[in-house]
Nanobody, 127 residues
Framework: QVQVVESGGGLVQAGGSLRLSCTASGRTFSSYAMGWFRQAPGKEREFVAA???????????NYADSVKGRFTISRDNAKNTLYLQMNSLRPEDTAVYYC?????????????????WGQGTQVTVSS
């Protein structure tokens, strides 16, 4: 099993930056694909970004179209930590951001492929 805990959320002005972190327990962090999802009030949870397990060819990533070029997902397997660097933030990025771990190796965009979820961290972008 993997337990994940998010941190780094907060309040930022439009155009600003935040970096979210997700620390995972367990010795097999590198074998999990990891993803970030978000849920805004009154909306369904949506995919943000994902990164493959270390064994996946190329260490590939996926991004939602809405965040491409602004957000960067990365991982430090030595520290069991996943990151989401968010730049050029917009008010529409306001949401609770969730970290998730998938037993599948590829960077899936589907929430159903993720087995373990954190409690979320609030990101609020003011206009």
């Amino acid at each position: 099993q993997v337990q994940v805990v998010e941190s780094g959320g907060g309040l930022v002005q439009a155009g600003g930056s935040l970096r979210l972190s997700c620390t995972a327990s367990g010795r097999t962090f590198s074998s999990y694909a990891m993803g970030w999802f978000r849920q805004a009030p009154g909306k369904e949870r949506e995919f943000v970004a994902a990164i493959s397990a270390i064994s996946w060819i190329g260490g590939s990533t996926n991004y939602a179209d809405s965040v491409k070029g602004r957000f960067t997902i990365s991982r430090d397997n030595a520290k069991n930590t996943l990151y989401l660097q968010m730049n050029s933030l917009r008010p529409e990025d306001t949401a609770v951001y969730y970290c998730a771990a998938s037993g599948a190796r590829g960077p899936s965009t589907s929430a159903s492929r993720y087995d373990y979820w954190g409690q979320g961290t609030q990101v609020t972008v003011s206009s």
